[in-house]
């Protein structure tokens, strides 16, 4: 096993990274030295925060495979996983570069409890029916997205080149839960119906999406404008009717306050590393 992410895309061909073989390295000629001018105590903080939505996120979408409608959905399913669980390991590892302790993207993922996590509850929240995690992947990926393409333009240049390469990965993610939220909100009575109880269950994590936090890199108000834009034109091609919004609770997933999901699911995703700690393979 490699000791960072770094290292494993430095390997030419290696098949045990996320991405698989075949790819380009999007840290190919850039510094990872933390700028001069960057607030290496702030890129550490957002970096986990990014990290953690697209490593749970990333979670939640494997638990799919084997369980989704068609073959062809697994194996989509199981890609846009990878792409997260690449973004998760890259951010996870400049995480630890930028607040000095140069702890490993599997020591963020493994050895941490659930209060430590900074993900948007959105993400932990159990898979539900197949509605329900479209409509969800679909309110995420539009929501990240806009963020993604606002960090291009980072101070950082790894945290710029590996938003650039989550442009392109989640410009696809978006369009896969695009197209099955039309397609279950514009089919049959049943399906429109599990679609908008399944859009209706997602919403109320939708505001926390935009509450803000001081770490935050990108003011995640400012997106907020484009994501009502995308996911309007969504609804309205899927005849679905747009939930009222809720307020949003004094205590977020941010601040490492989360539901009972994430503790089950940690439970899951931690529990080789803590039965065998140290151990490589």
Not at 3 to 28: I, K, M, Q, V
Request: charge should be negative; glycine fraction near 8%; aromatic fraction near 8%.
């Amino acid at each position: 096993m490699f000791d960072n992410a770094y290292e494993a895309l430095s390997s030419e061909g290696d098949a045990r990274w996320a991405f698989g073989t075949g790819f380009a390295d999007p840290l190919s000629g850039v510094d990872t030295t933390v700028p001069a001018d960057v607030d290496a105590s702030a890129l550490a903080a957002y970096c986990l925060m990014l990290a953690d939505d697209a490593l749970v996120m990333s979670h939640r979408l494997q638990e799919w495979c084997t369980r989704a409608p068609e073959l062809e959905d697994e194996v989509a399913l199981a890609n846009i996983g990878l792409d997260l669980l690449g973004q998760a390991r890259l951010l996870l590892t400049r995480a630890g570069k930028a607040d000095g302790t140069d702890r490993s993207d599997d020591d963020f993922a493994f050895l941490r409890e659930a209060d430590d996590f900074r993900n948007v509850r959105l993400v932990e929240l159990d898979n539900g029916d197949f509605a329900f995690s479209m409509a969800r992947l679909l309110v995420f990926t539009t929501w990240r997205l806009a963020v993604l393409q606002r960090l291009v333009m980072s101070p950082d240049p790894v945290l710029a080149a590996i938003a650039a390469k989550g442009v392109k990965e989640v410009t696809y993610h978006r369009d896969y839960a695009a197209q099955w939220v039309v397609r279950l909100g514009d089919g049959t009575e049943l399906s429109h119906e599990r679609m908008q109880a399944g859009l209706d269950a997602v919403w109320p994590y939708v505001g926390e999406l935009f509450a803000g936090h001081p770490s935050e890199l990108v003011d995640p108000a400012s997106v907020r404008d484009e994501f009502d834009a995308v996911i309007t034109q969504v609804l309205d091609a899927a005849g679905l009717a747009r939930p009222e919004s809720v307020g949003v609770q004094e205590l977020l997933g941010r601040d490492g306050s989360h539901t009972s999901s994430l503790v089950e699911l940690l439970a899951v995703m931690q529990s080789v590393a803590r039965a065998h700690p140290g151990a490589t393979w």
